[in-house]
């Protein structure tokens, strides 16, 4: 909802901040590895926001995220905001962590941590990089998932692919790729609780479910 850049930094920062508690509170090594990289990933991408936005006040004399920016601080926002998000080619993090931590908290990694930095790269418009971005997204998601037996893993990957696509719309169609986040989050959503009844974390297991809990194996 911020229109300063300085607040919209801030407002990722208290969120960054308010989610690591979250994650870290089954005390087990793999949940701490995967908080560890997912706060210094953060703390990266919002260090580099803050220096290309006050290097765009600096160039403009604009603070504000609808004043068109310079070309520099433009790319390095962008990149910045792919960072967070989990965009291709700066994806590699987002399977590993997901991994490392417990359904629930996987499951507002993959929807609620995006609506921050997905409505900033909304507002700006970079044209070109978000196409590349886009493009490069939707291949590495595809691959990515197929070689996978581990489902957070693959709806990690779903995420990178998915979070493409929208990028590739915004340029041409911003309304639709809205419409596509809300048709992730549900399908994301769905898919999630699935596995936390099951208490599945992988393929083999989600494929005994079908004797357990057959209509909801169908769904």
Known sequence: MSTHWLMAWMG?????????PLMIKKH???????????????????ATLLFASTMNAWLTGMWEISHTMHPLPLTLVTM?????????????????????????????????????????????????LMVFLGLASVMLGGWGGL????????????SIAHLGWMFLVVQFYPLLSLMTLLVYFVMTFSLFNTFMINKTTNINSLSTSWVKMPVLTAT
């Open 28 to 46: 087990h090594p793999r949940v701490v590895e995967a908080t560890t990289k997912y706060f210094l990933i953060q703390a990266t991408a919002a």
């Open 147 to 158: 070689n996978q037996t581990q489902l957070r893993k693959i709806l990690a990957y779903s």
């Open 80 to 128: 910045a905001l792919s960072l967070k998000l989990g965009l291709a080619p700066l994806h590699s993090w987002l399977p590993d962590i997901m991994q490392g931590l417990e359904l629930k908290m996987g499951l507002i990694l993959a929807t609620w941590q995006k609506l921050a930095p997905f409505s900033l790269l909304f507002q700006i418009n970079s044209g070109t």
């Open 12 to 20: 990722l920062e208290i969120n960054t901040l308010a989610i690591i």
